[in-house]
């Protein structure tokens, strides 16, 4: 059976650097940081006072106050970064067959704030069972895609991949594999997570996850720098329409860039650790680059995984080195985490964005707050420290791994036709 081509026709993005896609991409060639002192509660009493929140983001400029209310926040993100993509790629505007177009979503946790204000509501009260009749579909992690689904009218595939921060990689890999099989035409796919509140900071902080640079909250995000003390929580989403190359080009659709490949693997090592030596991460770029049938020295660019953690900076740039060997050295490997925090769920979505445009605009975005070199990573290796780099970017290579050991890569290629 021949394989089709995967292509992608739209974009949108919904991030702590940037309410759209243009936005998102200008503040990270800026090296723009999105941390910040959190505002959607009083964080006085923790131990991590800052995080990579959404900014100006008021979802009734997007939807109407009966529809906002029955969407958890991170419902309201999938919807409005879906929106910006269906519309980039103008795939509704002629009359397309839905029952090909799907939607693949990605969410690590889903909604935590409904279910924490649930949680103390009932338990403020007097004990009597009194829950809101939207509870339940507001906070699973599936609903998201079910909401794209319903209001497009899509009835192709639909439903959503968790596996904590691969979840969205793995939407966007499971949406090529099905386009390329032939089971669908088109595919919404991406993710979002909103996880800023009491019980998701608190959660990762007791984890000693969290960077706890109270005092400067824009550099707390640096990975690969010596002095990293763990990740920025954030929030948002990404979107991308992943579409048939043929049946992209019938409609005249402008296209991004091609997915060339996908890869998947699991540590078995550790709940929350990656392995040391980097097995897992690469095993699953070894196994993108041979779905991809590309050679590792055919790679420009690695957008990383590169959470400004201890462990997981090593050992990815470990396994960098094992797959690429010295091709590593003429690579461009950046961590745009640096600038929007983690997005959990939504991560994976939001830096295959960031590859598309590398590859299209021949433009490498930075990793910033770099300020002291780590002994332990090779100095010869470009990490495309605090300035974002012009050079021809041919094909990217997006990591996305999370707790439980789930590792994801996926390729993009340029296209030219």
């Not at 390329?180 to 796919?189: N, P, Q, W």
């Amino acid at each position: 059976m021949e394989l089709k081509r995967v292509v992608v026709t739209g974009l949108g993005a919904l991030t702590p650097i940037g309410n759209d896609v243009n936005e998102y991409w200008e503040a990270l060639m800026h090296g723009k940081s999105g941390a910040a002192p959190i505002t959607q509660y009083d964080a006085e009493k923790f131990k991590t006072k800052f995080a990579s929140e959404v900014k100006g983001f008021d979802v009734l400029e997007h939807m109407d106050r009966k529809e906002a209310r029955k969407l958890d926040r991170f419902s309201q993100f999938a919807m409005v970064s879906a929106t910006e993509a269906i519309a980039d790629s103008a795939i509704l505007d002629t009359d397309p067959n839905k029952e090909r177009i799907g939607v693949i979503w990605g969410s690590g946790i889903g909604g935590l704030k409904t279910f924490q204000d649930e949680a103390e509501s009932y338990f403020e009260g007097d004990g009597t069972p009194r829950f809101n009749p939207f509870f339940i579909p507001k906070m699973i992690a599936d609903i998201a895609a079910g909401h794209i689904s319903i209001k497009y009218g899509l009835m192709g595939p639909n439903y959503v991949t968790v596996s904590a921060c691969a979840s969205s990689t793995n939407a966007i890999i499971d949406a090529f594999n099905l386009i390329r099989l032939g089971k669908a035409d088109a595919i919404v796919t991406g993710g979002s997570e909103a996880c800023v509140s009491e019980m998701g900071m608190g959660g990762f902080s007791a984890l000693r996850a969290l960077s706890t640079r109270n005092d400067s909250p824009e550099t707390a995000s640096r990975p690969f720098d010596v002095d990293r003390d763990g990740f920025v929580l954030g929030e948002g989403s990404g979107a991308l329409i992943v579409e048939e190359y043929e049946h992209a080009k019938a409609r005249g659709a402008k296209i991004y860039a091609e997915i060339i490949g996908g890869g998947m693997s699991g540590d078995a090592y550790h709940m929350t650790a990656p392995h040391p030596e980097g097995l897992g991460a690469k095993n699953t770029m070894l196994a993108a680059l041979e779905d991809a049938e590309i050679d590792p020295s055919e790679v420009d660019y690695v957008n990383v995984h590169g959470t400004s953690t201890p462990l997981g900076d090593i050992a990815e740039v470990k396994a960098i080195q094992q797959v690429f060997g010295k091709s590593a050295y003429d690579l461009n490997i950046s961590s745009t985490k640096s600038m929007t925090g983690h997005l959990l769920g939504a991560a994976g979505a939001v830096e295959a964005i960031a590859c598309i445009l590398a590859v299209k605009n021949d433009v490498v975005p930075p990793t910033i707050n770099h300020f002291t070199d780590d002994p332990e990573l090779d100095e010869k290796m470009n990490f495309t420290f605090n300035k974002l780099q012009k050079r021809t970017v041919n094909i990217a290579l997006s990591n996305t791994f999370g707790f439980g050991g789930h590792n994801t890569s996926v390729i993009v290629k340029k296209y030219n036709g």
